[in-house]
T-cell receptor, first 112, second 115 residues
């Protein structure tokens, strides 16, 4: 069945460091792919998305490119801030009713 | 746009009581709503999928008689935790889907604590 595999955390970085969180997916077709972010005590917010191969999603300095050849959607940011500390979820659209397949989440902590 | 609210945000109840959590899509009609439970180590577990006017579809291992879901309208779904026990304490999150490209809009979550 469809699945999303996300690098496990926690990830701890210093402010202004480069961030990569890996995400790969397995699906029968080419699903839309998403990165959601969850700040402490809150629900999930959509960070960025890509709906087809080679699309690049970007928001708040974060980027991810839908790579069909490697079935990946890695999240990157060139210079993280303390305010980026959160849990990041990779997800793929895989169900007939709109249900998403989620990765297990990666907790990011950015130290000043 | 695409705002989803949940109420209450926090609830503390005694063991054996029932708790109702509401999920509303405020500015769009949701054909489908989803209920998730989030465990302490952050992983999200899909509990059930509900479509307006029909019975919810529960994931394997989720007790439908314990977690009652009602999707009465295109903007409201409710989750009732019946006869709650301490092991039901968790963070419950709903999301709404209006069709197209699988994008879901999430509510802010409800922290349930059962004493």
């Amino acid at each position: 069945g469809d699945s999303v595999t996300q690098m496990e955390g926690p990830v701890t970085l210093s402010e202004e460091a480069f961030l990569t969180i890996n995400c790969t997916y397995t699906a029968t077709g080419y699903p839309s792919l998403f990165w959601y972010v969850q700040y402490p005590g809150e629900g999930l917010q959509l960070l960025l998305k890509a709906t087809k191969a080679d699309d690049k999603g970007s928001n708040k300095g974060f980027e991810a490119t839908y790579r069909k050849e490697t079935t990946s959607f890695h999240l990157e940011k060139g210079s993280v801030q303390v305010s980026d500390s959160a849990v990041y979820f990779c997800a793929g659209g895989g169900g007939s009713q709109g249900n998403l397949i989620f990765g297990k989440g990666t907790k990011l902590s950015v130290k000043p | 746009g695409a705002v989803v609210s949940q109420h209450p945000s926090r609830v503390i109840c005694k063991s054996g009581t029932s708790v109702k959590i509401e999920c509303r899509s405020l500015d769009f009609q949701a054909t489908t709503m989803f209920w998730y439970r989030q465990f302490p180590k952050q992983s999200l577990m899909l509990m059930a999928t509900s479509n307006e006017g029909s019975k919810a579809t529960y994931e394997q291992g989720v007790e439908k008689d314990k977690f009652l879901i009602n999707h009465a309208s295109l903007t409201l779904s409710t989750l009732t935790v019946t006869s709650a026990h301490p092991e039901d304490s968790s963070f419950y999150i709903c999301s709404a889907y209006s069709g197209g490209a699988w994008e879901q809009f999430f509510g802010p979550g409800t922290r349930l604590t059962v004493l």
